[in-house]
């Protein structure tokens, strides 16, 4: 059983940076951050193996977001940078203990293979 607690939304302007955690209790070979925008499907951010810290980032956010893992403190993070509006939306955690490693970043892409979610943080940018 992996317990996922997000935390760190708020409210900023387009532009400005923002960095979201989750914190993770158990083990987890493969994580990541997954967002939903009010009337849309939830969609795919960043991916990262624990093991080799191995990522996958979502075309919308290359280069502007950054995942990363704090493995004494079983943290993750999701840096954002250069926010855009088209950003806001509630952020999910997602972590699964089954399959890691070199699987991880191509099969995490997809979001039903992840067996634990957070409750989400609400990050919203305006113009």
């Known amino acids: 059983q992996v317990r996922l607690v997000e935390s760190g939304g708020g409210s900023v302007q387009a532009g400005e940076s923002l960095t979201i955690s989750c914190a993770a209790s158990?083990?987890?070979?493969?994580m990541g951050w997954f967002r939903q925008a009010p009337g849309k499907e939830r969609e795919g951010v960043a991916i990262?193996?624990?093991?080799?810290?191995?990522?996958y980032y979502f075309d919308s956010v290359k280069g502007r977001f950054t995942i990363s893992q704090d493995k004494a403190k079983n943290t993750l993070y999701l840096q954002m940078n250069s926010l855009k509006p088209e950003d806001t939306a509630m952020y999910y955690c997602?972590?699964?203990?089954?399959?890691?490693?070199?699987?991880?970043?191509?099969?995490?892409?997809?979001?039903?293979?992840?067996?634990?979610w957070g409750q989400g943080t609400q990050v919203t940018v305006s113009s």
């Open positions: 997602a972590a699964d203990q089954r399959w890691g490693g070199s699987i991880c970043p191509s099969l995490g892409r997809r979001e039903d293979k992840f067996k634990y």
């Open positions: 990262i193996a624990v093991s080799d810290d191995s990522t």
């Open positions: 158990g083990y987890s070979s493969c």
